[in-house]
């Protein structure tokens, strides 16, 4: 089942020609056209033709044996990448009708190394939400089901759900994401796929849609670890366009997957075991910590003593940034436009239509904590926390290699849960966000279902730059797990 | 620290944001139930403690100062919503 395949299945089929790039191609439009009604995780699918003409690309340069490391497979792009004379929306009215003139470097990147993109996966709009609800296409639907209830429609997580569901479903072998506060990790977790989070600086932010810049890091989203590593490869290296990208050498990721992980020193952050954690994660958990001890690892306690600061430092830093980056949508460049008599009004008018309500709440309090009278007391402060937060993964690094904890704190939830209440739904990064506050970089691992059939993951956490060592240990996580469930709607499933 | 609607009105003026007198309450009130949230910052030490901009993994490098980009006007005044020719139009700003 040509979309069933892990990348690296379907890149050892193409270079033994068991297959062609344009019959994977093939089969992966095929799977949209069907199921994607149902699911809506893409915004936009590319012209067939267009899609087929890159897999005969592909397919030539296997024959000339020139192929790139992601060449002929076919990914989807989260609609907050720019692509060149490709509909862009971030899931947002504002920019419905965006056609960027230029390619972000990392789909730039993806397309150098050989990849063939399907089309633009839906997001909470402007990549801010955990649950896909927010985006003004409509949501995605997660294609796994609780058991017994085939009626109940649940989220794929956010804000990358869109990716995650077409990664779960066969819509495709692999996708991107981007994860400002946990949006690779969450949905990945909830669809039962692998997603990684590089370190901050790995992965270049030019051409990505900003939404909190010292916060949004883009990466892979795949159905192994050893996939993660791979297109991680793909997509990461220097780039002189974006001042924060990281000039560090970019490893053969993949190649840390299947390494030993005997010896190495895995910390348990005591401030995770939260209260009211569900005993369905917290024995996922538990079976994570043993399985890590039969593969020969060392368990240490550690304390993050800020970890509860994590979501309230987050939910100041990131509206104060995404304040001033959505500024850009004036009614005047790009985007929407709604006219009045005065340019004041043409800004008023133009951002109250093209921003949905929890886009505009952000702005609004990035805007507030950033004012005159109020700034030292939330954003210098929330700042000042952020360094203690950093610190603290800091000094658990001095003695441990990684930290392993839960994703997320629950299974994915119904569509309209947790809508009321923000801060009820930003819960669901708790555990997600302190990673990205320090930068440093964190893989979901899909380990099993709990009771009611739905996927859980685990998260591994490492040092500044050294993926490597999570992806070591993820992959331990992943043969261990044996994770080889496939949701009820799926690609392969009752065609 | 609590939100009253003239706060909430000022920055949704600073934000540009044109907020309906009866969308002003809803808003303030969701705003207020974070905010309440966000206070409990207010128990954490921070005497002494540097803030944190950015993530501090690189420093930051500096380019030759030479032009790197340039001369695609029309394909940027393509993306304007409403242009006339090569400038981009606003409503009267000079009385």
């Not at chain 1, 050892?12 to 949209?32: P, T």
């Not at chain 1, 003004?136 to 990716?163: E, H, Q, Y």
């Not at chain 1, 990466?219 to 996939?227: E, F, I, L, N, Q």
């Not at chain 1, 939830?413 to 970089?441: C, H, K, R, W």
Request: charged share 20%; glycine share 10%; net charge negative.
């Amino acid at each position: 089942m040509l979309t069933g395949l892990t990348l690296t299945q379907a890149r050892a089929g193409l270079a033994a020609r068991k297959f062609s790039a344009r019959e994977l191609a093939q089969a992966h439009l095929d799977a949209i056209t069907r199921l994607n009604p149902g699911l809506n995780a893409y915004i936009t699918v590319l012209p067939e033709a267009d899609v087929l003409a890159s897999a005969d690309a592909a397919d030539a340069r296997y024959a000339a044996g020139t192929a790139g490391i992601m060449d002929g497979l076919p990914i989807g792009v989260k609609d907050l990448f720019c692509t060149k004379g490709v509909r862009t929306t971030a899931a947002s009215k504002m920019l419905a009708d965006f056609v960027p003139p230029y390619e972000s470097t990392v789909t730039a990147n993806l397309l150098g190394a050989g990849a063939v993109f399907l089309g633009k996966t839906n997001l909470d709009e402007f990549a801010m939400g955990s649950a896909n609800m927010s985006s003004a296409f409509g949501p995605t639907t997660n294609p796994w089901k609780r058991k017994g209830d085939d009626t109940t429609a649940l989220v794929p997580g956010g804000s990358s759900g869109g990716s995650s569901a077409a990664v779960a479903a066969g819509l495709a072998l692999a996708a991107t994401g981007t994860d400002t506060g946990g949006s690779i990790r969450q949905p990945a977790a909830y669809c039962g796929i692998v997603g990684l989070k590089p370190t901050y600086g790995r992965c270049s932010r030019w051409g990505t849609i900003a939404f909190a810049s010292s916060l949004d890091q883009a990466g892979p989203m795949t159905r192994s670890v050893a996939d993660a590593g791979l297109m991680l490869e793909a997509m990461a290296g220097f780039d002189a366009k974006d001042s924060t990208s990281s000039n560090r050498a970019v490893p053969a990721f993949h190649k840390a997957v299947g390494k030993s992980v005997k010896g190495l020193r895995v910390g348990i952050p005591a401030e995770y075991r939260a209260p009211g954690l569900p005993a369905d994660v917290l024995a996922m958990w538990e079976q994570g910590i043993a399985w890590l001890k039969a593969a020969g690892c060392e368990v240490v306690d550690v304390s993050l003593p800020h970890t509860r600061y994590g979501l309230t430092t987050y939910y100041i830093i990131a509206p104060a940034e995404c304040s001033s980056n959505l500024a850009r949508y004036d009614g005047i460049r790009f985007g929407m436009r709604k006219d009045a008599p005065s340019l004041d009004g043409v800004y008023e008018a133009t951002r109250a239509a093209g921003f949905g309500q929890e886009v505009r709440n952000r702005i609004l309090m990035g805007t507030y904590v950033l004012s005159a009278g109020y700034y030292d007391a939330y954003y210098l402060k929330a700042q000042k926390v952020r360094t203690l937060i950093k610190r603290d993964f800091e000094q658990a690094f001095e003695t441990v290699d990684v930290l392993l904890t839960p994703t997320a704190p629950s299974a994915a939830f119904a569509q309209g849960e947790n809508m009321d209440d923000p801060v009820q739904m930003y819960l669901n990064d708790i555990f997600t966000v302190p990673a990205s506050m320090a930068g440093v970089p964190a893989l979901s691992v899909p380990v099993g279902l709990n009771e009611a059939g739905l996927p859980l993951g685990l998260q591994v956490i490492g040092r500044h730059f050294d993926e490597e060592t999570v992806l070591s240990i993820g992959g331990a996580l992943e043969a261990a797990a044996g994770f080889t469930h496939i949701p009820s709607v799926h690609a392969g499933a009752g065609a | 620290m609590s939100l009253d609607l003239a706060t909430t009105r000022r920055i949704a003026k600073l934000a540009r944001i044109g907020l309906e007198e009866n969308e002003l309450e809803a808003t303030r009130q969701k705003l207020n139930g974070i905010l309440g949230w966000i206070d409990q910052l207010a128990e954490v030490d921070v005497t002494g403690v540097p803030p944190m901009v950015g993530t501090e993994t690189e420093t930051l490098r500096q380019r030759e100062d030479k032009v790197t980009d340039g001369n695609c006007r029309d394909a940027l005044l393509a993306c304007a919503p409403e242009t006339s020719g090569p400038f981009y139009t606003v409503p009267k700003v000079v009385e």
